[in-house]
Nanobody, 114 residues
Framework: QVQLVESGGGLVQPGGSLSLSCAAS????????MSWYRQPPGKQRMLVAA???????NYADSVKGRFTISRDNAKNTVHLEMNNLRPEDTAVYYC????????WGQGTQVTVSS
């Protein structure tokens, strides 16, 4: 049974930082591309950042220079470090596995507000 479990969401003020983690089980983690998506209220889910099985990363233009994705194959985890957060970063953040997404986590809420 595949599980992707996100943690680390919450409420933060504009300009603040949050770190999200996703723990994977039931897959051969090291061979999967991993990514983070987000879905703002009333909008479509969109890609935020991705890291390939070889460690290559790519980011949505809106988060470049502020967010960093990383993976730890020894611990089957993927992280998203988010800095200089803005109100428009408010969304449910989802962890995903697969270059064409095969598995989704349940999501974690990130709210950026003063």
């Amino acid at each position: 049974q595949v599980q992707l479990v996100e943690s680390g969401g919450g409420l933060v003020q504009p300009g603040g930082s949050l770190s999200l983690s996703c723990a994977a089980s039931g897959i051969i983690f090291r061979i999967y591309a991993m990514s983070w998506y987000r879905q703002p209220p009333g909008k479509q889910r969109m890609l935020v950042a991705a890291v390939s099985s070889s460690g290559r990363t790519n980011y949505a233009d809106s988060v470049k220079g502020r967010f960093t994705i990383s993976r730890d194959n020894a611990k089957n985890t993927v992280h998203l470090e988010m800095n200089n957060l803005r109100p428009e970063d408010t969304a449910v953040y989802y962890c995903a596995a697969g270059a064409t997404v095969t598995y989704w986590g349940q999501g974690t809420q990130v709210t950026v507000s003063s």
